[in-house]
């Protein structure tokens, strides 16, 4: 990364409803998926390092940021994040159930992000996290979203400023317990370490 200043977020506090509990805590190849998300953003060179979660996750290593109404929506802990990281020059953004997207592409991502430019990562032809923008794009993106989503409607309606900017690893969610069995998220620790 350049000179600028990009915290790293990443959004935890979720039920995780068709996995029949929150993924924050799931443990995935010995590390916690929180945990792994983290690792990864500070590999990556972000500062700070920012995790929104819910009441009593603790997240060595990142500046622990409670969503106390995680019903509200993804929306809604990007929100927090946002306020939190205001007075950095980009945020990038991952989601806790992704843990096949490491360092290695946050980093690219980060790399190429430019100021008034929105940086997302390209897995192969499919869009997806890690996202860097600043974060008044970021407010932007809040004003436009449904309770659910994060960048997606802003994404859409500005493609004009939009870098897709090539980057191995997984960007499949892990959602269900099936994911869990189906076993498709190996550990790449060199990646997130």
Known sequence: MDRSTIAGVVLAAGAGSRMGGPKAELVVAGTRLVD?????????????????????????????????????????????????????????VCLVDQPGIGATAVRAVAAAWRPGRIAVADFAGTRGHPVVMA?????????????????????????????????????RDLDTPADLLAGRYAADEADWH
């Open 135 to 171: 974060p008044a794009l970021w407010r932007t993106a809040l004003e436009l979203a449904a309770p659910d989503d994060g960048a997606r409607r802003l994404l859409q309606s500005r493609p004009d400023l939009v870098d897709a900017v090539a980057v191995p690893g997984d960007p």
């Open 36 to 92: 792994r998300a983290a690792a990864a953003l500070h590999a990556a060179g972000c500062v700070p390092v920012l995790a929104v979660v819910r009441c009593g996750v603790e997240v060595p290593g990142a500046t622990v940021l409670v969503n106390r109404r995680p019903e509200d929506g993804l929306r809604s802990s990007l929100a927090i994040a946002i306020e939190a990281a205001s007075g950095s020059d980009a945020v990038a």
